[in-house]
C-alpha cells in the first residue's frame, strides 16, 4: 500500500491538515460510510510514525476495519478508493477557502441572484476590504479587482435601473491589467525557456501587447517590471533595459507575490548566466549582486529552504571572481539553510570546491572523502574535482584508476540519459590523451578539444594543455 495513491497524499498532510481531515471524513455533509471513519482513524494514527510498512500491508490494514471477516482485497480496494475521493476533495476545498476573495464571490453572486439586497451590500464591502489589504497592483489585485467590478456590474444590471455605472468600466480596466500582466509574465516565461528547451515556442501577439504598453490609461509599476523584462530578453544586446529592469525590481518587488518575484529572479539570473557563458563576463558582477539579494530576502527559498543549485552555482560564482573569503563565510552562514538531508554533502563538496580552487589539495580531498553522494550531480562533480587533484599533482595511479573506475561506472548506469553521460565520458577520454601526450601531439590534441561537441570542464584541459606546451611535464613530490 505504500506506493497507493492514497499512501502518497496522505504523506504530504502535515499535523494540523491530518486533523482537519479527521473532522472532514467524520462530516455527515462530506460522508456518511462509518467504515471510512475507523480506516482514516488508523491511518492517522501510523502517519505520525511515517507509515511504517508492516502497517501498511493489506490484511492489516482490513483487520483493522473489519476484524471478523474473511479478507477481501476487492472490498479493501473499494474503501481505499473512497477515502481517496474524500482528500482530493477536502483538498479541493481546503485551497478554495484559501483563494482570496473567491468564495466571497459566489456567495455574492447567490446575493444578486436571490435579491439578497442587505447581505449583498455587507458582503461587498467585506470583500473589498479583504482586497485593498492585500498586495497592491500585483496579479492577484488586479484578479480579484477585475471579480468584484464584474459582480457589481450583475448586480447593477439586475436593479434594470438606466444610468452610467463605474461598475462596467472598472471591470474592463481591471480585466485589462489582469491580462496584460499574466501575458507579459507569459511571454518573458517563453523567452526565457526558448533557449534551454526545443522547440521554441510562438509568443503571439507579442508586437500588439507591446504596442498596447504604450498607451496604457493606467500607471502599473507591476506591469512595467515585467515590460522591462520583456524588453532585457529580446534585445540582450542593449544593456539599458537591464539596467531599468534591475532597478524597477528594487523599488517594485512589494508589487510580486513570493512564488512570481521568485519566477522574475530567477529570468534574470538565467539571463545573466547566458551573457557570461557568451563571454560577457562584467555580468559575472551583476550575478552576483542580484544572488546575495535574493537571498538575503530569501526570495530565492523555497519551502524555508535553499536550493543546493542555488547554493552551488554562488559558490562556483564567488571563487571565479576570487571573492574567498566571502565564499567561505557564505558556506558556514548557508549551508545550515539548506534541506536538512542535503546539508552536509552540499557543506564538504562546496568547501572541496573552494580549497581546489585555493590549491589547497589536501583539504579539498579531505572534504571529499565526507560527501556521501546524496545526489548523483555531487557524485560527478566529487570525482571530476579528484581527477583534476590527481592531474595537476602528478599522481599517475591514482589518476589512472580513478578513470577506469569513472568510466566504468557512467558505462553501468542505465538511467543516466546520454546528454549527462557523454560530456563526462569524453572529459575521461581526453584527460588520458592530455597526460600521455608527447610535444608533437599536443597540437592535435588542442584542436580535438575544442571541436568535441559534449565535454564538460573544456577551459580546464585547455588551461592544462596550454601549460604542457609552454612548459615540459614536472613531478610534483
Known sequence: MRNSKLIQILQTFDGKQRRAFEDFVASPFFNKQVELVQYYGYLKKIAAKGFPTNKLARKELFLQIWPHQAYDEKQLNYLSSQLLKLAERFIGISKFEQAGILPDCYQLQYCIDHRLEKHYQYGMKAAAKKV???????????????????????????????????????????????????????????????????????PHFMNEIQAMLHQLPF?????????????????????????????????????????????????????????????EKAYATALMSIYQEGIQKEVLFEDGYLSPWTFKNLVKLGIGLKEYNWTESFIADYAPKLPPHMQQDALHFNLADLYYALQDYPKAQLHLRQVEFSDVQYSFGAKLTLIKIYFETDQEEALQSLLSSFKIFLQRKKLITKDVKMPYLNFIQLVHKLYKANVEQLNSLQAEIQKTEMLTARSWLLQQLQQRIDRPKTSYN
Not at 489585485?141 to 452610467?164: I, P, V
Open 132 to 202: 485593498e489589504h492585500g498586495k497592491k497592483d500585483s496579479e492577484q489585485y488586479f484578479y480579484q479587482q477585475y471579480l468584484l467590478a464584474d459582480l457589481r456590474e450583475k448586480h447593477f444590471s439586475s436593479l434594470k435601473q438606466r444610468r452610467y455605472d463605474e461598475g462596467l468600466q472598472e471591470a474592463a480596466d481591471y480585466l485589462d491589467q489582469y491580462y496584460l500582466f499574466k501575458k507579459l509574465y507569459h511571454l518573458c516565461a517563453m523567452l526565457d525557456r526558448q533557449n534551454v528547451v526545443t522547440p521554441s515556442y510562438a
Open 219 to 279: 500607471d502599473s509599476p507591476a506591469i512595467r517590471t515585467l515590460e522591462q523584462l520583456l524588453l532585457s530578453l529580446k534585445h540582450p544586446s542593449k544593456a539599458d533595459h537591464f539596467t531599468q529592469l534591475r532597478e524597477y525590481l528594487r523599488q517594485y518587488s512589494d508589487h510580486f507575490s513570493a512564488a512570481m518575484l521568485r519566477d522574475l529572479y530567477f529570468s534574470i539570473i538565467n539571463f545573466c548566466i547566458r551573457k557570461i557563458r557568451y563571454g
